[in-house]
């Protein structure tokens, strides 16, 4: 074909030759450089640097200095001491008190944050969607009045709750055993409930649940409200009874809510210092009560074995991280990885 006819005008070029053509050179990218401004540098100096800064200060670097003392023999009121390195830890792990007192914290951040969250979630769902199967979605009438009673031992703190039931279950004029006398039960008569072996620990469990229920029903109620209601009305068109539509929709959309609640409560379990400091001073019958933080108290201001006593605050921190990282894969195994829509 000849190059003069148009179709050999447009093989001159390229188009028609089967060769693709060459793209157009682009410019070398320029490398971006970053302009800090004054108001870049001002907002990261005070929302990360500052906050950082006291992070650094007020809780690292004290946890970084009691670990120091733990490995020697401070007394707490002198400026000499010896370094003992593991010698502190070694005594904790062969006191029979201490590991009592680990094995009583473990049973609480076992116990007081399942029961709790159980409760907790019955008493939402029943405010928040509990009410009639009929209508709009809602919760069971005079809801706004329940809120309000069962967030009340809340606002009261913790030794005045310690001591008020403490009085309620005294052995000889505690409400507790005047009811159960009353009714004929009088085997309850003089009954000693935080004096039996058998009893104080549940009793103390039972204590610490009724003041912390109030609080992480409303922390479930703020979560279920933010659920459309439609997803409940769809739910109860396709036949789902209250119990289906809770555990297969409530408690999975709710589950960081749950997560928060559950590292919360197991934190406060590894203290409870002062529920049973109030309601158990000296760890109770055969220290069926005594938890570590007690023992620290102790160690600390009534022995002046800070050095021990940092051992301790230490093996508190570790057993709390260790609580943490261990319902943080609880909650990555059993579907926390996955991102639940609510569209």
Known sequence: MSASTPLGAYAEVGTLSGAPEAPE???????????????????????????????????????????????????????????????????????????KAMVNNVLLAVFVPLITIVLSLILATMITVGGSSYGQTRGLSR???????????????????????????????????????????????????????????????????????????????????????????????DGAGRFRTAVSITVPLIRDNVQTAWIYLGIASLDAFVYMSVLNPFGGPGNSTLVMSQQLF??????????????????????TMIFAGIVALVNRLTGGKDTVTMA
């Open 25 to 99: 050179a682009l410019p070398p990218a320029r490398k971006r450089h970053r302009h800090w401004s004054f108001d870049k540098v001002s907002f990261f100096a005070v929302f990360l640097g500052v906050p950082l800064i006291i992070y650094l200060v007020f809780v690292v670097s004290p946890f970084i200095q009691a670990f120091y003392y733990s490995l020697t023999n401070w007394g707490g009121f002198s400026a000499t001491f010896d370094f003992v390195a593991l010698k502190n830890y070694v005594r904790l792990l062969g006191d029979d008190v201490f590991q």
């Open 143 to 237: 809801s706004g009045f329940y809120r309000v009673v069962s967030f009340f031992p809340y606002c009261v703190p913790a030794v005045v709750i310690g001591l008020m039931w403490g009085q309620i279950f005294d052995p000889s004029h505690g409400l507790v055993n005047g009811i159960l006398t009353k009714s004929g039960a009088h085997w309850a008569e003089e009954f000693a409930w935080l004096g039996e072996k058998s009893t104080a620990m549940p009793v103390s469990m039972f204590v610490m649940i009724w003041a912390y229920v109030g609080f992480y029903m409303l922390l479930f109620i703020a979560g279920i409200k933010s659920i459309p209601a439609e997803i409940f009305e769809a739910a109860r068109i």
């Open 298 to 319: 102790q160690a600390a201001f009534s022995k002046g074995q800070y050095g021990l006593a940092c051992a301790m605050g230490v093996v508190i921190a570790i057993m």
